[in-house]
């Protein structure tokens, strides 16, 4: 069975920068969501859109400080957090929602998936999801074949978990002792699905991992420091040729699975449970306050520059053209 | 007469017919407690219970290779859906090579009564691999049976008949349809595989459209009747079997063809359509038989950009226009 | 990591009628392939066969004494073992391989692959390896849905195992408790790559199914007796409704991949090794003799029958007529 | 000139192509020391080394979502194979919806330099899952590009632009054609994509064949010409891109045309090709475009019934006999 991940972690390990930057990301990830819902009502944006506020700190922790912009990610389709923690420019991610040729597809549109930011490792994502785990494997081996340390972190749920690909995805990662780290981003549910009724698992879906020798754990994802220190040591273990990692991350998702959903399939007590006692990013902040390594006004500040880059990204996303119907015609071949 | 949505058509013909056959059972990602995602199958876990109408877990060739295991017992009539059409890629082998050929590849001792649905088409911003319109592949696939209908009594009563089918059906259900009203009789009705229903009548142009493609066609119609072109609109409801006999009859008549579709041109059921018009009646043609197909390229995510992919109006009308000048 | 299955087994606990059964069966299979491969030499049969020499305890052991007409199960493609096992007729077998009208095709052929017999249980086969996987469950699925106790076995390689499709299997399996019974059939190569070069595994290919929460063990699969017990076992949790089992039997095969296969790729002695000390019939009779269960001239009797058996099915199938060529037209359709 | 085997040919192509470029990485079931089930990639293990050349597990959709993977990063140029064509179905979304249309999805920022090997075709008793010819499926998927060589010489040259190719190719090799000889220069030659080669010329009747189909429309022809009747045999070596020019030219001369290849004849690629000749070139016709593929069923294990699979000389000249009654 899946160990539990635990860590005595000391703020004071860290330095300021590096907390700030923590708390700054995944403040970043919520706000970029919620402007993106406001988009939304106001009917500026339509298609589906699946928030990824609740599991913020998942994101943030696993990618900063520890991957360098030539390590690829394959992010998965709850919220954009993953891109936003990698890198990619705010005003290109509302591009491709917005459809405007600011967008990283240059005004075909792209929804959660299917924006790329290649120069930032940041190479795509399929409409199916799950698809992830078997094109993972293909830029690990890569790095095997270029010599490089280039790692894959790849993303997906729970749900996409129980893809038949996992299998062929975990044997080849395991046979040849691919760079890929895995985070199952568990929040219990598959659209109105809760994991129990879809998933026969010994204790925990990190369990699957264990069958191929492939370390792994469970791990609270709401945690960003832990969630950074369990990525931290895949991504050593990776570089020093040792292989993948499973890391099953545990999270909640704020919000129906995509917007519009009722909703009414959560215990509304185990939601506001969540909410209340599980934010990572106000227990983060608490935390930080407490040990005085940021003031309140610290945090406002920061905020507040959060606010007018977002603004800016969305006026510069919005303030660009659509493209020309033409547009279709272009780059179906190199 | 009544007229109720497309999506309770379906609703109504998954629940007549799982009433009247107790070796029925559903399944798909979402399809229980939640109703499925487009909300076909809202309220039959609770009246047929958890063994019958069950969730599954994210895996498309399973969803497929289970029930292709059910029917073969001779106990089971699955009626399995997957969340999107497109999705068919995933579980294509199944589909093409277990569903179609098993029957016969075993020398024709087992029955294939599965009926799979499949919601396609482009229908709001759901992007590359959430719109596609995949149908026209399985036409290459010996013992597939393909349904796909335009109208709620068309859905209906070919879903009857598909689930009471002893061979394999793929179900194709226009997203855009689901919410499209029509007029469905209270009383029991079935419709047969191989015939197409000639949706409006006419002498100038033979039109063949399938799905949400027939009521574009018809707009189109009642366009062209005003600058006096009489269009016919034939709907073959079934690509396979195909009623070519309906098609041929009205080619004679008019000697013009337009076949459109939302699938992509190069490859589609069109080609097919086209390929057999010119081989049993090349000489009955004034014209070159035309075809509107989306282009030829991935479907974008923007909604700004996905009326250029959607056969229009406008283009059937210019089409029919081109047609007429021979 | 996957327990060895162990069991002390005591040649009295069996009344002779069933250890000559279980001889009987071994010796037919044999015999079977042995025929089948002299008609393959004589150019009577053509196309790819898979000899399943070697592992007849495998086949014998699970399926005789165990199943029943109604239990489904789902042969691989190495030799016709487990349909001989399960009761096809003979004639019907070799009458798929020869074309003729008498095979369960009549007259479309079949090799190893598509035959049925679905009276005796026997749904077919797909020619992509593994594909039985997925299917298995929907046939167990419909004992559960009608209520029967019917139990499906499924056969397959260790290279089939790392199809995909074994995730979504164990996955179903495990979830809706489905009465399956996996048997991986080990023989340690897939064509020509040992199965240390395809799989990562903690210890063994049955490691897989732990995490699933499926009981799982590693057996002797060349030891017809012990075969017979861990099966029955499992067809009996079955039966109880506490869902699947999967065993590892371990076994090797005696000829290459197919008949022409130079199976130059195993090592000399390994091979011999296995002919040698390992034959799960020539041990078998062995027993039988020490044990006086049998007599020398008993085991002479019943081989001497087995070839009037097989020389009667060869006659019946080979003086069948192949079909008209019309026969591709018919059955697309039920 | 020399002649060597079509799988000689394919062999030097690969050799030549990994040598020359060092991101190039080839693997499948058994390709490695084995040499492949077909012997096609031996000797490339041992020169090229276990990371570069490497065996796989049984799991087609990884292999070919690797290739995607590895091809996306633009520092590797995979050449996955798959044992058989037939397997394209396990992988169906893999290349369909994700080699063919990533560039696309992602806005044209990253580049799929993937070959993907597929041996095709009835060969003597393989069965309806070992024999399949399923190239059509994918003219109906935008950004795949298709190759299906008939000789040794358009092998060679085809798999070498393939390889150098920064787009997704998918490379269909008839395994009976492995063993037929042909002329192959010793110098480096490449051929490029949608460029069709006219095989044999002829005033009376174009055929156009892929594969094993060209050389039974060659035997045929010859018997044709002994009857007095050219005709002109066009191989279009890639479906996708498709050379409707040079079919188009022979068409306006001959008037009469015939489509052969293995594939079922519904939804086969004779079904665009055919759409297309009447699309542009309908009075030029004489005669409807006739054609002949393997029927519409799964194909049979028994070796005594494939030949009723594959087109024949004889069914060939019958149906240019039909043709010229017209
Ligand atoms: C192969 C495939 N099947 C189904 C879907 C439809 N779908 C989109 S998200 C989703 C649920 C995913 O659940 P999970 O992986 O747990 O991620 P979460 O939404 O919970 O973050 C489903 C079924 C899809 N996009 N791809
Ligand atoms: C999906 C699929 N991939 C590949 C093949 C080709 N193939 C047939 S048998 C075989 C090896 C199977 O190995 P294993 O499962 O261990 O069975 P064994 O032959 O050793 O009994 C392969 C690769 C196939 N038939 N189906
Ligand atoms: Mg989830
Ligand atoms: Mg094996």
Same mark, same amino acid.
């Given at each position: 069975?899946?160990?539990t991940?635990?860590k005595?972690i000391k703020l004071n390990?860290?330095s300021?920068?590096?907390?700030?930057d923590?708390y700054?990301t995944m403040?970043?990830?919520?706000k970029f969501?919620?402007?993106l819902i406001?988009l939304?009502q106001?009917?500026k944006v339509?298609?589906?859109y699946?928030?990824?506020?609740?599991?913020?700190?998942l994101?943030?922790?696993s990618?900063r400080?520890n991957l360098?912009?030539?390590d690829?990610?394959?992010y998965n389709?709850?919220?954009?957090n993953?891109k936003?923690a990698?890198?990619?420019?705010?005003s290109?991610i509302?591009?491709?929602?917005l459809g405007t040729?600011?967008?990283?597809?240059r005004?075909?549109g792209a929804?959660?998936?299917?924006?790329?930011?290649?120069?930032?490792?940041?190479?795509?994502?399929?409409?199916?999801?799950?698809?992830?785990l078997?094109?993972?494997v293909?830029t690990?081996?890569?790095?095997k074949?270029?010599g490089?340390d280039?790692?894959?972190?790849?993303y997906?749920?729970?749900g996409?978990?129980?893809?038949?690909?996992?299998?062929?995805?975990?044997?080849?990662a395991g046979?040849?002792?691919?760079?890929v780290i895995?985070?199952?981003e568990n929040?219990?549910?598959?659209i109105?699905?809760?994991?129990?009724?879809t998933?026969?698992v010994k204790?925990?879906?990190a369990d699957w991992?264990?069958g191929?020798?492939?370390?792994?754990c469970?791990?609270?994802?709401?945690?960003v420091l832990l969630m950074h220190?369990v990525v931290?040591?895949a991504?050593?273990?990776?570089k020093r040729g040792?292989?993948?990692?499973?890391?099953?991350?545990?999270?909640f998702?704020h919000?129906?699975?995509?917007e519009?959903?009722p909703?009414d399939y959560?215990?509304?007590?185990?939601?506001?449970g969540w909410k209340d006692k599980?934010?990572?990013?106000?227990?983060f902040?608490?935390?930080?306050?407490?040990?005085?390594?940021?003031?309140?006004?610290?945090?406002?500040s920061?905020?507040?520059?959060?606010?007018?880059?977002i603004a800016e990204a969305i006026?510069?996303a919005?303030?660009a053209?659509?493209?020309?119907?033409k547009r279709?015609y272009?780059?179906l071949?190199? | 007469?009544?007229?109720?949505?497309?999506?309770?058509?379906l609703?109504e013909a998954l629940n007549?017919?799982? %009433?009247r056959d107790?070796t029925t059972v559903?399944f798909?990602?979402d399809v229980?407690?939640?109703?499925g995602?487009?909300?076909?199958? =809202?309220g039959?876990?609770?009246?047929?219970?958890?063994?019958?109408?069950f969730?599954t877990?994210?895996?498309?060739?399973t969803?497929?290779a289970a029930?292709?295991g059910m029917?073969?017992?001779?106990?089971?009539?699955?009626?399995p859906?997957l969340?999107f059409?497109?999705f068919?890629?995933?579980?294509?082998d199944?589909v093409?090579n277990?569903?179609?050929k098993?029957?016969?590849?075993?020398?024709?001792q087992m029955e294939?009564?599965?009926?799979?649905r499949?919601p396609i088409g482009?229908?709001?911003?759901a992007g590359?691999e959430?719109?596609?319109?995949?149908q026209a592949l399985?036409?290459h696939g010996p013992?597939?049976?393909i349904v796909?209908?335009?109208?709620p009594?068309?859905?209906?009563g070919?879903?009857?008949?598909a689930?009471?089918d002893n061979n394999?059906?793929l179900?194709?259900e226009h997203?855009?349809?689901?919410d499209?009203k029509g #007029?469905?009789? #209270?009383?029991?009705y079935l419709i047969?595989?191989g015939?197409?229903d000639?949706? =409006?009548e006419?002498?100038?142009?033979?039109?063949?459209?399938?799905a949400l493609?027939?009521h574009?066609a018809?707009?189109?119609a009642?366009e062209l009747s005003a600058?006096?072109? %009489?269009v016919?609109v034939i709907d073959?409801?079934?690509?396979a079997?195909?009623d070519?006999?309906t098609?041929?009859?009205?080619v004679k008549?008019?000697?013009?063809?337009l076949?459109?579709h #939302?699938?992509?041109?190069?490859g589609?059921?069109?080609?097919?359509?086209?390929?057999q018009?010119?081989?049993?009646?090349?000489?009955?043609l004034s014209?070159p038989?035309?075809? +509107?197909?989306?282009?030829?390229v991935?479907i974008?995510q923007?909604?700004?950009l996905e009326?250029f992919?959607?056969?229009?109006?406008?283009?059937?009308?210019?089409?029919?226009?081109e +047609?007429?000048e021979?």
């Amino acid at each position: 069975m899946a160990k539990t991940y635990e860590k005595d972690i000391k703020l004071n390990d860290y330095s300021k920068e590096v907390l700030t930057d923590f708390y700054k990301t995944m403040a970043k990830i919520r706000k970029f969501d919620e402007n993106l819902i406001r988009l939304m009502q106001e009917g500026k944006v339509s298609g589906f859109y699946h928030s990824g506020i609740g599991s913020e700190g998942l994101s943030a922790g696993s990618i900063r400080q520890n991957l360098r912009d030539e390590d690829y990610i394959f992010y998965n389709h709850r919220g954009c957090n993953q891109k936003i923690a990698k890198g990619v420019p705010l005003s290109k991610i509302y591009g491709d929602f917005l459809g405007t040729i600011e967008g990283t597809t240059r005004g075909l549109g792209a929804g959660i998936v299917h924006s790329a930011d290649p120069a930032r490792g940041v190479l795509g994502q399929a409409g199916t999801i799950g698809s992830q785990l078997g094109i993972s494997v293909g830029t690990a081996y890569t790095s095997k074949l270029t010599g490089t340390d280039q790692v894959t972190v790849v993303y997906f749920g729970d749900g996409a978990a129980s893809r038949e690909m996992l299998h062929g995805s975990l044997n080849w990662a395991g046979l040849y002792k691919l760079p890929v780290i895995y985070i199952c981003e568990n929040n219990e549910y598959a659209i109105s699905c809760h994991v129990s009724e879809t998933h026969a698992v010994k204790e925990n879906i990190a369990d699957w991992a264990e069958g191929y020798g492939i370390p792994n754990c469970v791990v609270d994802g709401n945690d960003v420091l832990l969630m950074h220190e369990v990525v931290k040591e895949a991504v050593e273990r990776a570089k020093r040729g040792e292989g993948p990692t499973f890391i099953e991350a545990q999270t909640f998702r704020h919000r129906g699975h995509f917007e519009g959903d009722p909703y009414d399939y959560v215990d509304v007590e185990v939601l506001q449970g969540w909410k209340d006692k599980k934010d990572p990013i106000k227990n983060f902040a608490a935390k930080l306050m407490l040990e005085k390594i940021v003031s309140e006004e610290d945090l406002e500040s920061i905020n507040a520059e959060i606010d007018s880059e977002i603004a800016e990204a969305i006026e510069k996303a919005e303030s660009a053209p659509l493209p020309d119907p033409k547009r279709i015609y272009e780059g179906l071949f190199a | 007469m009544r007229k109720i949505t497309m999506r309770t058509a379906l609703m109504e013909a998954l629940n007549e017919e799982m %009433e009247r056959d107790e070796t029925t059972v559903l399944f798909g990602e979402d399809v229980g407690k939640f109703g499925g995602i487009n909300a076909v199958t =809202k309220g039959l876990y609770e009246k047929f219970g958890g063994t019958r109408v069950f969730d599954t877990p994210i895996a498309e060739p399973t969803i497929v290779a289970a029930a292709v295991g059910m029917a073969i017992t001779g106990n089971a009539r699955p009626i399995p859906e997957l969340q999107f059409g497109d999705f068919v890629g995933i579980a294509f082998d199944e589909v093409f090579n277990k569903m179609g050929k098993w029957r016969f590849m075993h020398g024709g001792q087992m029955e294939m009564p599965v009926t799979l649905r499949l919601p396609i088409g482009i229908a709001g911003g759901a992007g590359p691999e959430h719109s596609q319109s995949p149908q026209a592949l399985f036409m290459h696939g010996p013992g597939l049976q393909i349904v796909i209908p335009s109208t709620p009594y068309d859905a209906k009563g070919l879903l009857k008949t598909a689930i009471r089918d002893n061979n394999a059906v793929l179900f194709f259900e226009h997203k855009v349809l689901y919410d499209m009203k029509g #007029e469905v009789p #209270e009383d029991e009705y079935l419709i047969p595989f191989g015939k197409a229903d000639i949706k =409006k009548e006419g002498d100038d142009v033979t039109i063949i459209a399938t799905a949400l493609q027939v009521h574009t066609a018809l707009d189109a119609a009642e366009e062209l009747s005003a600058k006096g072109v %009489e269009v016919e609109v034939i709907d073959p409801r079934t690509l396979a079997p195909l009623d070519m006999e309906t098609i041929l009859q009205s080619v004679k008549k008019t000697g013009r063809v337009l076949i459109v579709h #939302e699938e992509p041109k190069t490859g589609g059921s069109g080609a097919e359509i086209a390929a057999q018009i010119q081989e049993q009646a090349l000489f009955d043609l004034s014209a070159p038989i035309k075809r +509107l197909g989306s282009p030829d390229v991935p479907i974008a995510q923007s909604i700004y950009l996905e009326p250029f992919y959607t056969p229009s109006k406008e283009q059937i009308v210019q089409a029919v226009d081109e +047609l007429m000048e021979y």
